[in-house]
């Protein structure tokens, strides 16, 4: 019976630890990218390449993802303004006939944006692995990532760790209610951002270096 108790005192200590983890991963990493990543134009600096981060452009139910329209949107947008040359689109092209970079491309194009100013990742699976590729494979050292805000937070967060210097140009959100299920899963998608740190994971692929001219 005193194990059993025991048990549960450290299986309930736990509990408490990694709770507490998540709020501070939460804390640090809201705080630490605030000042790099804002919702105007006018705010971010001029720099050569552009990051737009991958999700699906459609739901599981075929409804239009909104958080694919706002990103392409907000690319557009800077794109147009000047204050970058050149966009990389990085998302996850792992199953046959589903390619977010393709979607992304596509959109872009329609925009408006020229073809050979659209340089596809496939291999942007995670965050992590967007963030540090924008680097080791198209060899961008000063980047404006572009996507939600809560996104933007993680990604100027891992970028910052892994030397580069990294803003932020946040897309317009969804409702809370459609993005529900999104901003609850970001509080543990922030807690493994800094356990991706500590642990040195790297991207799932690396490969030839692309130029971006």
């Known amino acids: 019976m005193k194990l059993l108790k025991n048990l549960l005192k450290i299986f309930l200590l736990l509990i408490v630890a990694g709770f507490l983890f998540i709020v501070f991963a939460n804390y640090s990493i809201k705080k630490d990218s605030e000042s790099f990543i804002s919702y105007s134009v006018s705010d971010l600096p001029k720099v050569k390449t552009a990051v737009v981060l991958g999700t699906n452009k459609s739901l599981s139910n075929g409804n239009p993802n909104l958080y694919f329209k706002y990103r392409i949107g907000a690319a557009t947008e800077l794109y147009k303004s000047g204050k970058i040359e050149s966009i990389i689109v ?54 404006i990532f572009i996507s939600q805000k809560f996104h933007n937070e993680r990604a ?33 998608a922030k807690a493994k951002a800094y356990l991706d740190i500590w642990f040195n994971v790297e991207p799932k692929f690396g490969g030839e270096k692309i130029e971006i001219k």
């Open 90 to 143: 990085s998302g996850d092209n792992s199953v046959k006939g589903y390619n977010e970079p393709e979607q992304m491309k596509l959109d872009l194009i329609a925009n408006g944006i020229p073809a050979d100013k659209i340089y596809e990742d496939f291999a942007g699976f995670r965050t992590l692995d967007s963030v540090v590729r924008a680097k080791e494979i198209f060899g961008q050292n000063k980047v």
């Open 156 to 188: 100027a967060f891992l970028a910052q760790k892994f030397g580069i210097e990294a803003f932020g140009y946040n897309a317009k959100d969804v409702n809370k209610y459609a993005g529900l299920k999104t901003n609850l899963r970001e509080y543990f």
